[in-house]
């Protein structure tokens, strides 16, 4: 594999996967990035853009938020469509909930980024100990920052994740497989 194409159902996984993938990826890997208007068009329009890709060497990684849906319900229909695009090897990762989830993951890096000392304390309490259980851990980004916005906290928190601080699961999950599609290659 030459190639690691990401189907991301926004902007701010784009971001954000930017910061990290150039160190989970070995020199000699591209990544690609596509990027749709929300989950609704990832999964309108997927199928035709694996179909039509044509660089040689390529695999796929399809990520897409959990919201309120049900993970494996959400990850099977994504395969199913890999499966019609004729690319039944492509990985798909759900961010359980949401993309904010990996962050709220490494209340550290928040604290960080936003130069607030203080939420770093926030990762010693049971509330954010599993962050991918949270129902909406942009709304806990909000609750502690005040604003929050997305494309501004991928952008300003993905770069100080340390992975092995991180709680999420899911974070995890998406990790392990680009270091795996990378060990491939």
């Known amino acids: 594999m030459k190639h690691l194409v990401f189907l991301l159902e926004e902007p ?20 690609h990035y596509l990027v749709f208007q929300g989950k609704q ?4 329009r997927m199928v035709l853009r694996m179909r039509h890709w044509v660089r040689p ?16 319900e959400v990850k099977a229909a994504l395969r199913e469509r890999c499966e019609a695009a004729g690319r039944p090897d492509a990985v798909v990762r759900v961010a359980c909930r949401e993309l904010e989830s990996f962050f709220v993951g ?5 604290a960080q980024a936003f130069g607030k000392p203080a939420l770093a304390d926030l990762a010693r309490k049971a509330t954010y100990r599993e962050p991918d259980a949270l129902g909406s851990p942009s709304q806990e980004l909000v ?8 494309r501004d906290g991928a952008r300003r928190i993905a770069p100080l994740i340390d992975p092995e601080r991180n709680r999420s699961a899911s974070f995890h999950a998406l990790r392990s497989a680009v270091l795996a599609l990378g060990a491939a290659a």
Do not use: I
């Not at 701010?12 to 591209?30: F, I, M």
């Not at 068009?41 to 309108?44: A, C, F, G, I, V």
């Not at 490494?106 to 928040?110: G, L």
């Not at 609750?143 to 997305?150: I, M, P």
């Open 143 to 150: 609750r502690h920052l005040g604003v929050y916005q997305k």
């Open 12 to 31: 701010s996984a784009q971001d954000a996967l930017e910061a990290w993938v150039p160190t989970w990826l070995p020199t000699g890997v591209t990544p």
């Open 57 to 72: 060497d390529s695999r796929f990684l399809v990520m897409r938020d959990q919201d309120s849906g049900n993970c494996r």
């Open 106 to 110: 490494d209340w550290q890096a928040v």
């Open 41 to 44: 068009d990832l999964e309108k």
